[in-house]
């Protein structure tokens, strides 16, 4: 192979007397990072500050990593910082380096890591073939000289590990957990070929077959850890140029840094009204004002990656006839499906699928509304104790699923049908979870919004029983009672006669799903809306309180950078003090002017909201959290300040069963086995799957053999 010569100049004015300096990389003619084999350069009294190496020969087009290295009678001195990069492509080279050694920053010689106990190796590039990455890894004793932002891995002879010194952010491994987690990355590849595989047969298999198999590569969530974001509002469908999904696709890398880990996408059908909640051909994704349906799956794919779930947006109480039948009603539906058919006749229905005495129907149907059938006048609305119906909402609920990749629902307008066809769809779809918006009138009297509004929730926990708890519902009573205690200063109605918070939250708060504004309530139609100046005390309240907060995209999106970060600090503080999502509340004062509360069993979070100061807590058990105009917070000192990261490192809230199998991750395939941890392992696409499940498989089988070579040894 042609070879280059390389020259390195170097200005360094801070050594002292008997120094030197040199240059050390990951070529083994820089010493492979070895500071004893490293390049030297000179200096003389004339040439001082410019030290000079001798040319070196490196390979032509080569890439090599550096850094600069004083050694002397005291040790040796690190460069600080990133390696440099060194790409040779022309007939000689003359590196120029500028450094300033002596600055903060820099390790002294003597950083050194040591040998590492019992079962933590670093893996060695020696070995045979026949051996296992993991038992080179525990036969293998290594010891570490960290040097900035590399390690410099010697095995016990002293030998430099060449492969493992060079390559940058190895972490030290723990067989056993990394053996769980291979065995749990095994279980989602499996789930990944499996969702693949049971979209190809739907339709082709029994549905009863289809949803047993659906249901075991769908995994829980944990809602005590979830906070989703409504990704969209009432003017959304005009933003992106016609292509809304790669808008919010941009945003997806904030939302995971913020702690989102869902995200509520707006009508994904073809639909007569741009906004989505008018649908006319279901399976049409092509045809919505948001964005196609490739585009739609990008999203969704995106998201999977950075951790969070998507929930599609089910409108199935009414739905826009694109044909006319005889007598010039809009009754005659087409599914919009193309390319499967299998899927002919799904969602094509006529007259008989609406309910007897809506203004569109034609009398062929089957029943009228139920008795607790709200009116939806817009459009027809759907006869959902068809059987025919159920069958084709199942299929479209399912090929979301399977197809598209949507983890779960948020199903609209559902005073409108019965909650136990709810309850029935999800059984027949097996989302990660689902929400119902149950929008009921509250109780007023001749002074406003009644104190007691025990009634109006009692209908959100009837509905969430009647789906059989296959569903959470929206907390529209802890909406209506904060934003007028808010509104009025009047935050005596922030505690019931029982002292418990006076919204689903007080009752049922696993299923209560909080909120301040949505696109129907605020945005641009403002049908319902919380006063705007008190939007982030309404946050401080549903980010600290039981149940499944949900934020609104204008809130972080359009207000601006302060509401943002206020919002996220809050975030930051639920999710270090890690409190339940039913945790006790304990109300110490409900009146005009303050709310004060300790949320948590031991309390984890203490929430003051109001004009009136609280005090100064104990600030032995207590420190500060965020804060704002009339409301503050603060968490107990014993929460760990964590760093949010993605529900791919928490496998019991992730539904194993996402599509983010499709993910492309070609530098992966890179890896060798050997560099496999935890943290790096990654899902390929479809053709590579094959490929990194008999390298894991390998793993599996080297880590047996390795622990049964030790236990047989009589190893502890």
């Not at 070196?56 to 990593?65: A, C, D, I, T």
């Not at 082709?204 to 047993?212: D, Y």
């Not at 808008?247 to 639909?271: I, N, R, Y």
């Not at 739609?296 to 009414?318: P, Q, T």
């Amino acid at each position: 192979m042609a070879t280059v010569a390389v020259t390195f100049v170097v200005e360094c004015s801070c050594t002292e007397h008997g120094e030197e300096v040199y240059v050390v990389g990951s070529h083994k003619r820089l010493g492979a990072w070895d500071p004893n084999e490293a390049l030297r350069c000179t200096t003389s009294a004339d040439r001082f500050p410019r030290w000079t190496s001798s040319p070196v020969n490196l390979p032509n087009g080569s890439r090599s990593e550096f850094k600069m290295v004083i050694r002397g009678p005291g040790g040796k001195k690190w460069e600080h910082g990133q390696n440099r990069l060194l790409e040779v492509s022309t007939k000689e080279v003359k590196m120029s380096v500028n450094c300033c050694w002596g600055q903060p920053g820099f390790n002294e010689d003597g950083d050194r890591v040591g040998e590492l106990p019992g079962d933590f190796r670093r893996a060695s590039s020696g070995g045979s073939e026949r051996d296992g990455p993991l038992t080179r890894m525990m036969e293998t004793g290594s010891s570490m000289n960290r040097r900035g932002s590399r390690h410099l891995c010697k095995t016990r002879n002293g030998l430099v590990n060449e492969e493992m010194s060079r390559t940058p952010s190895l972490l030290l491994i723990d067989f056993r957990q990394f053996h769980e987690s291979a065995v749990e990355h095994e279980k989602e590849l499996d789930a990944i070929e499996e969702r693949a595989k049971l979209n190809r047969l739907q339709r082709k298999m029994k549905s009863t077959q289809l949803i047993e198999r659906m249901a075991k590569i769908t995994d829980t969530v944990d809602p005590s850890k979830m906070v989703m974001l409504q990704g969209f509002n009432w003017e959304s469908w005009r933003a992106g140029g016609g292509d809304f999904y790669s808008a919010v696709g941009k945003k997806v890398q904030l939302f995971h840094e913020m702690g989102f880990t869902d995200l509520w996408l707006p009508p994904c059908s073809q639909s007569v009204a741009p906004q989505g909640y008018l649908p006319s051909q279901l399976f049409n994704l092509d045809g919505s004002k948001y964005g196609s349906q490739q585009a739609l799956e990008d999203l969704l794919e995106k998201c999977h990656k950075n951790g969070i779930r998507c929930l599609a947006d089910i409108v199935i109480n009414h739905r826009c006839g694109d044909r006319q039948d005889a007598q010039g009603r809009w009754n005659q539906f087409s599914s919009g499906m193309q390319n499967r058919p299998s899927f002919t006749g799904v969602a094509d229905w006529g007259g008989w699928a609406v309910t007897l005495g809506d203004q569109y129907s034609d009398g062929s149907g089957m029943h009228g509304p139920g008795h607790l059938d709200g009116r939806f006048d817009a459009a027809p609305d759907i006869d959902h104790r068809n059987p025919k119906v159920q069958e084709s909402i199942s299929i479209w609920l399912r090929w979301l699923r399977l197809q598209v990749g949507f983890d779960g629902w948020r199903f609209d307008f559902v005073k409108g049908y019965g909650a136990e066809f709810v309850g029935k769809y999800c059984s027949k779809s097996h989302p990660a979870w689902a929400v119902g918006e149950l929008w009921t009138d509250m109780h007023y009297d001749c002074h406003g919004l009644c104190y007691d509004q025990n009634k109006h929730r009692q209908q959100l926990v009837d509905w969430i029983n009647a789906t059989g708890k296959k569903s959470s519902a929206f907390d529209f009573t802890t909406k209506g009672i904060l934003q007028e205690a808010c509104r009025l200063t009047q935050f005596w109605r922030l505690r019931d006669r029982e002292g418990k918070p006076p919204g689903l939250i007080g009752w049922l708060p696993q299923y209560a799903v909080t909120f301040i504004d949505n696109h129907d309530t605020g945005s641009t139609q403002r049908h319902w809306p919380f006063p705007d100046d008190k939007v982030l005390i309404g946050y401080a309240y549903i980010l600290t309180h039981p149940g499944i907060p949900s934020v609104f995209w204008d809130h972080i999106m359009d207000w601006g950078d302060e509401p943002k970060k206020k919002i996220s600090a809050l975030m930051k503080a639920r999710r270090d003090s890690g409190i339940p999502v039913d945790a006790p509340v304990n109300i110490h004062c409900a009146d005009d002017t303050l709310y004060l509360a300790e949320i948590g069993s031991p309390p984890g979070l203490r929430v003051a909201l109001g004009p009136r100061p609280a005090g100064q807590p104990d600030m032995n058990y207590w420190s500060n959290g965020p804060s704002g105009h009339g409301w503050r917070i603060w968490v107990k000192r014993s929460a760990s300040s964590t760093k949010y990261t993605s529900l791919t490192a928490s496998p019991e809230a992730t539904p194993i069963g996402s599509p983010r199998g499709r993910a492309k991750r070609e530098e992966a395939l890179g890896l060798g086995p050997d560099m496999l941890t935890a943290d790096t392992l990654k899902i390929m696409d479809a053709p590579q799957l094959q490929k990194l499940k008999e390298r894991l498989q390998a793993l599996l089988n080297a880590t047996e053999m390795a622990l049964a070579h030790r236990k047989a040894n009589g190893s502890r």
